[in-house]
């Protein structure tokens, strides 16, 4: 039975496992909170990037010998293998803590068993303490392992009768100055930011976090299939690395240094589930989708949104482009529907989160 304390110091471990969102992949994000034998907090700590020292040992080395006879609070089951760091269970069981208690299982089978290891050595540990948080702090990852490709997270801001621009193209600027820096905040958590070529030709985007203390750049994402991109395009710039994914045969001999990735074409169009692929192959765990409408419709069709971010403004054009295009939806009995998690409302406009049904 977890008591009021347990609850308090797990809570501080999901928070601190949050400060590592966008900057671990391929890692999750994790966070740990160890208190003395007498419950007092003797240390903290969050698994910061992939190759440095998990959350784990951050924490221990910051309880020192007061972990001895301690719990240790941690979000995601305790590591039982040596990759780039040692095992986190057998430094726990080093450590002298008498008691672990953690969130969520590791579903990774290159690094479950932790639980088992340290009961094997005398420790007691107790598991699915504020689970369903913990699980929602790490959702990106946790779809990644599922999924075998990374998160698609499709942002978008429109009015609130779902236009994203006038009927004569205007649209700077539908949503808030607020909701724009929350933007960056969604992209400061991802390891990939995407946009398709119609937004990359109308919006010149720069796609790089701004305003964000300590953010970890994005890789930038452009789907430019005949590679008519510019070499002056604000994408390019020394901000935020940049990839432009292109046909086969897409002449890019005007664009030399820009990491290019060629990919078959399909109909004329890059394929969702190859793109996803290659980007999992490159350490990409999670995607923020920009748009525009044409490639979220792309991605939806494909079944490749986990979940959905809008930004609806108090506003009403009557005219002008949908936030979607064509999902490849043609009667109600196949629509998307969704269910809500999150309604927050960012200066004067609705930040509304849902994820499809049944994900
Ligand atoms: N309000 C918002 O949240 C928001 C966000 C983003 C954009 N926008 C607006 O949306 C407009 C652009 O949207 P859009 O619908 O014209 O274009 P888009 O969705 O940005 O890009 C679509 C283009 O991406 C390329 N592409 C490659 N593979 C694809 C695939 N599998 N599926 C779909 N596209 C693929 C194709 O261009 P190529 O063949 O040329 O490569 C395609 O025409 C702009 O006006 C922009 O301002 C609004």
Redesign the pocket.
């Known amino acids: 039975m977890a008591t009021p304390a347990d609850i308090t110091a797990m809570r501080r471990a999901i928070a601190l496992a949050a400060r590592g969102l966008g900057s671990t992949s391929p890692n999750p994000v994790v966070g740990c909170v160890i208190t003395d034998a007498s419950g007092h907090q003797v240390g903290e700590g969050w698994h910061q990037r992939a190759g440095g020292p998990h959350a784990e040992v951050h924490a221990l080395r910051a309880a020192g010998v007061l972990a001895r006879g301690g719990t240790a609070y941690v979000t995601l089951e305790p590591c039982n293998h040596t990759g780039r760091t040692g095992p986190c269970a057998q430094a726990l069981i080093e450590a002298g803590v008498a008691r672990v208690v953690y969130a969520v299982g590791d579903p990774n089978p290159q690094a479950t068993g932790g639980a088992d290891t340290l009961r094997a050595a005398g420790v007691e540990v107790g598991a699915g303490l504020l689970a369903d948080e913990a699980e929602a702090g790490n959702l990106a990852w946790l779809t990644s392992v599922r999924t075998g490709r990374p998160f698609v997270r499709w942002?978008?801001?429109?009015t609130l009768d779902g236009r994203?621009?006038a009927a004569d193209?205007t649209?700077r600027w539908?949503?808030s100055a607020e909701s724009r820096a929350d933007v960056h905040r969604l992209r400061a958590e991802a390891d990939a930011v995407l946009?398709?070529?119609?937004?990359?030709?109308?919006?010149d985007?720069h796609l790089a976090v701004r305003g964000v203390e300590g953010a970890t750049q994005p890789l930038r994402v452009a789907?430019?299939?005949?590679a008519?991109l510019l070499p002056t395009a604000r994408i390019l710039d020394d901000a935020a690395p940049t990839l432009l994914?292109?046909?086969e045969d897409a002449d890019t001999r005007h664009l030399p240094g820009v990491d290019i990735l060629r990919l078959p074409?399909?109909d004329?169009?890059?394929?969702?589930h190859e793109?996803l692929t290659q980007l999992y192959a490159r350490g990409i765990r999670s995607v923020l989708l920009?748009?525009?409408?044409?490639?979220?419709?792309?991605?939806l069709a494909?079944g490749a949104v986990d979940q959905v971010v809008g930004?609806l403004a108090p506003v009403l054009l009557g005219a002008g482009?949908n936030?979607l295009?064509d999902a490849g939806i043609t009667t109600i009995t196949q629509a998307l529907r969704l269910d809500i998690t999150e309604t927050t409302p960012i200066g004067p406009d609705l930040r509304i989160t849902a994820t499809p049904k049944g994900a």
Do not use: C, M, N, Q
């Open positions: 942002k978008y801001a429109a994203t621009a193209g649209s539908i949503s946009v398709g070529g119609g937004t990359l030709r109308t919006d985007p789907l430019d299939t005949h008519g994914v292109v046909g074409l399909h004329g169009r890059v394929g969702v793109l920009e748009g525009g409408p044409t490639l979220a419709g792309a991605f494909g930004y482009p936030a295009a």
